[in-house]
């Protein structure tokens, strides 16, 4: 019988994600973490009907809420304390400092913006990046046929070999009986000559 499934929580960032899962290695797999959320309390199984409703439709798939408004977000994120400035720069206006920092000719017209890089190289990159591809295809071709020919005439030299193997075999086994022959012949002809 499957586990009964429960819906667990993490914090992503600015959203909850929610996944149904049977345990909470199972959750932990889902979300793609080798950490025990659990363990240091920033994941944790949710009861509410409202919030499992979804999940539980659809088991093992992580679903991402955002926490809130982008205006609540960013009321919820910790006060920055800014580096204490020196008198003159304090003193001075917001839109100055910005009107200081933007690039300016000596007219005190703002510089053009740079023109829009070329893809030329690019181009040139991807050009040789296909003509190697297509140089190294039809040098494997060729050695396919290289490799190809080499096979056959593997297989014709090893038909030769062994028609020449076999037709020494036969030879050897022919001299062979008639030593075998003319050694017994000579043995019986010496025994009647002893005698």
Same mark, same amino acid.
């Given at each position: 019988?499957?586990?009964?499934?429960?819906v667990?929580?993490?914090?992503?960032?600015?959203?909850?994600?929610? /996944?149904?899962?049977p345990?909470k290695k199972?959750?932990?797999?889902?979300?793609?973490?080798t950490h025990?959320?659990?363990?240091?309390?920033?994941?944790?199984? /949710?009861?509410?009907p409202?919030?499992?409703?979804e999940?539980?439709?659809?088991?093992?798939v992580v679903?991402?809420?955002?926490r809130?408004?982008?205006?609540?977000?960013?009321?919820?994120?910790?006060? /920055?304390e800014?580096?204490?400035?020196s008198?003159?720069?304090?003193?001075?206006?917001?839109?100055?400092k910005?009107?200081?920092?933007?690039?300016?000719?000596?007219?005190?017209?703002p510089r053009?913006?740079?023109p829009r890089?070329?893809?030329?190289?690019?181009?040139?990159a991807e050009?040789a990046v296909?003509?190697?591809?297509?140089?190294?295809a039809?040098e494997?071709r060729?050695?396919?046929?290289?490799?190809?020919?080499?096979?056959?005439?593997?297989?014709?030299q090893a038909?030769?070999?062994?028609? /020449?193997?076999?037709?020494l075999?036969?030879?050897a086994d022919?001299?062979?009986?008639?030593?075998?022959?003319?050694?017994?012949?000579?043995?019986?002809?010496?025994?009647?000559?002893?005698?």
């Amino acid at each position: 019988m499957p586990r009964a499934l429960k819906v667990f929580r993490t914090p992503i960032g600015f959203h909850d994600a929610y /996944v149904a899962a049977p345990t909470k290695k199972a959750a932990l797999a889902a979300w793609g973490s080798t950490h025990d959320l659990f363990a240091r309390g920033v994941a944790e199984i /949710v009861t509410d009907p409202a919030l499992t409703e979804e999940p539980l439709a659809q088991p093992g798939v992580v679903l991402k809420r955002s926490r809130g408004t982008t205006a609540e977000q960013i009321a919820a994120l910790p006060a /920055v304390e800014r580096p204490a400035a020196s008198t003159d720069a304090a003193a001075e206006p917001e839109n100055a400092k910005a009107r200081r920092s933007a690039p300016t000719r000596a007219n005190g017209k703002p510089r053009p913006a740079p023109p829009r890089p070329s893809p030329q190289a690019l181009e040139t990159a991807e050009a040789a990046v296909a003509d190697a591809e297509r140089r190294h295809a039809e040098e494997n071709r060729a050695l396919d046929r290289e490799q190809a020919a080499l096979d056959r005439k593997r297989r014709d030299q090893a038909r030769e070999q062994a028609a /020449v193997l076999k037709t020494l075999r036969d030879s050897a086994d022919r001299a062979k009986e008639t030593y075998a022959a003319a050694l017994k012949g000579w043995r019986a002809a010496r025994t009647t000559g002893e005698a």
